[in-house]
Nanobody
Framework: VQLQASGGGLVQPGGPLRLSCAAS?????????IGWFRQAPGKEREWVSC????????DYADSVKGRFTFSRDNAKNTVYLQMTSLKPEDTAVYYC????????????????WGQGTLVTVSS
């Protein structure tokens, strides 16, 4: 299983950025719960957001609620994390991950991890 995260970069505070996570055609993302996680320097990896496989319902960490939006495009086998009103404290390496269990996503214990993409929020 391969997950490919992309879209990171340098953005000014208050700006937007969209992350993408794509999977190979052999791995249908709509069959899995998908999560976005991040890890800032010197800190533990934390859960940011997740989307369920059953009804594509979403959930967000309090720190990003109202600013980040998680969505799926099943035709492209890709999920997105639209980030707005970015803050310097959002600076981190962002990872996408998948698991058949939604709970494993929330527990930060998914089976399948993608490589990270660096988001830097700075003026």
């Amino acid at each position: 299983v391969q997950l490919q995260a992309s879209g990171g970069g340098l953005v000014q505070p208050g700006g937007p950025l969209r992350l993408s996570c794509a999977a190979s055609r052999l791995f249908a993302l709509d069959h899995y719960a998908i999560g976005w996680f991040r890890q800032a320097p010197g800190k533990e990896r934390e859960w940011v957001s997740c989307i369920s496989s059953s009804d594509s319902s979403t959930d967000y960490a309090d720190s990003v609620k109202g600013r980040f939006t998680f969505s799926r495009d099943n035709a492209k086998n890709t999920v997105y994390l639209q980030m707005t009103s970015l803050k310097p404290e959002d600076t981190a390496v962002y990872y996408c991950a998948a698991d058949v269990s939604y709970n494993q996503i929330v527990l930060v214990k998914p089976n399948y991890w993608g490589q990270g993409t660096l988001v830097t929020v700075s003026s």
